[in-house]
């Protein structure tokens, strides 16, 4: 295991969340074999040791010890995220026998919400439809155009995906109940691709949301394109184009999940996504043996580090907060570096997603690998939108660009 900030002693926390989601690894294999996918082709190889599918009594005991953490912190809902690996390949059975299992056990106290992340290759009119009986909202994973998706989202065979995806969606278009179940895309950006293309291709495809994922990486393995001795900022001047014609567009039936939430934190809002904002996560990771783990993007720092031995087994929910590296995603605001602690933009940025922080040499103490792209994406979406706003009500809402703030 690499040394790491995370084996320090255990500070106290004043941001800590009770959690609310758990992703649920249901399968543990995928029909896919993406090129950057965290589980199978990063550091970690700790999948090889899991069952392939998870049984009905990790089932059981994941959403029981679910129900005990609710009741202790008076959460009324909880959010089950079906998860793989591919985890359409747990078979039909496992999504009636498990909500069956959640209603059972968690209502009339608490109100189970379902949803699935879906690479939609194997999804069926059956699936659909079972799906929708069941109230298992879907989101679809996609990276746009043909050629690009299929640079990275290939088959063990070596062969893309796209054209088995599309054919997922135009499923999906076909039914109304379909569509109004369907979460969005989900799809990691590639800066070798043509923003405005890939932008423009989601928008034909009809669906009403896209949530554009930064590839995980780490200082020691840095994204593609960045250079971390240069001043290149890739993935800012990749956003910055999709972001303008998004604003330009203004369609409230378009949703960008990544610009969505700068702006709401510009404005003071709490809602952190994965990928930015420094409110602490509500969520876990419980694998196919039951194993509760912190954020799987984590796998991409080294071997073994979500390994922090608890299982639905024999622990309790609340027993993450005790471990350092769950305290990096459940007590965030307590963990920014130090360098982030300084920065003008931290209450936007909150010095972005944990793994991206880290580096063999300090741990977690680093801004992220992403820190040039985040601050000119940011500080670009902050003139924009401040911009939009008369200049009396600017003053009153003490609104502030990151140019301003800068030069101050
Ligand atoms: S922009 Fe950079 S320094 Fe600022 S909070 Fe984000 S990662 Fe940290």
Redesign the pocket.
């Known amino acids: 295991m690499a040394p790491s900030a995370i084996e320090a002693k255990p500070k106290e926390k004043t941001s800590q969340r009770p959690i609310s989601s758990y992703v649920l690894k249901i399968a543990s294999r995928c029909n896919l074999n993406c090129k950057y996918c965290y589980v199978y082709n990063l550091t970690d190889k700790t999948y090889l040791d899991q069952p392939a599918v998870m049984s009905t009594e990790i089932v059981q005991a994941t959403i029981e010890k679910a129900r005990i953490h609710c009741l202790k912190h008076e959460l009324s809902t909880v959010e089950f995220i079906f998860h793989g690996g591919e985890p359409l390949l747990a078979g039909q059975e496992f999504f009636r026998a498990f909500t069956e299992q959640a209603n059972k056990i968690l209502l009339p106290e608490i109100q189970p919400r379902f949803s699935v992340q879906t690479n939609a290759t194997l999804l069926t009119k059956e699936w659909l439809d079972l799906l929708t009986e069941l109230k298992v909202s879907f989101g679809v994973s996609l990276d746009g155009t043909p050629e690009v998706n299929d640079a990275n989202r290939v088959d063990h065979q070596g062969r893309g995906s796209y054209h088995r995806v599309k054919a997922g969606l135009d499923l999906i278009n076909s039914d109304a109940r379909y569509v109004e179940s369907m979460n969005g895309i989900l799809t990691v950006i590639n800066v070798k691709s043509d923003p405005l293309e890939i932008y423009r291709h989601f928008r034909s495809l009809g669906v009403r949301s896209i949530d554009l994922r930064l590839p995980d990486a780490t200082h020691d393995i840095p994204p593609p394109g960045i250079d971390p001795k240069g001043t290149n900022t890739p993935y800012a001047d990749w956003l910055i184009p999709i972001f303008d014609e998004w604003f330009a567009d203004a369609d409230v039936n378009f949703s960008v999940k990544l610009f969505q939430n700068i702006i709401g934190l510009i404005f003071g809002s709490q809602r952190s996504t994965v990928d930015i904002g420094?409110r602490s996560s509500n969520f876990v990771v419980i694998e196919t043996n039951g194993s509760i783990e912190p954020s799987g993007a984590l796998k991409a720092c080294y071997e073994g580090i979500t390994k922090i031995g608890l299982n639905v087994l024999s622990n309790e929910i609340d027993e993450i907060f005790d471990i350092p590296v769950v305290a990096l995603f459940a007590s965030a605001e307590d963990e920014?570096?130090d360098?982030?602690k300084?920065?003008?933009?931290?209450s936007?940025?909150?010095?972005?997603k944990p793994p991206h922080?880290y580096s063999s040499a300090n741990g977690f103490n680093n801004?992220?690998v992403?820190?040039?792209d985040?601050?000119k994406l940011?500080g670009h979406v902050q003139e924009k939108v401040i911009g939009e706003i008369p200049d009396a009500l600017r003053q009153e809402m003490a609104l502030a660009t990151l140019k301003e703030l800068v030069t101050d």
């Open positions: 420094a920014l570096p360098t982030c300084q920065c003008p933009i931290v936007v940025c909150g010095g972005g922080r801004a992220s992403y820190c040039r985040l601050m940011i």
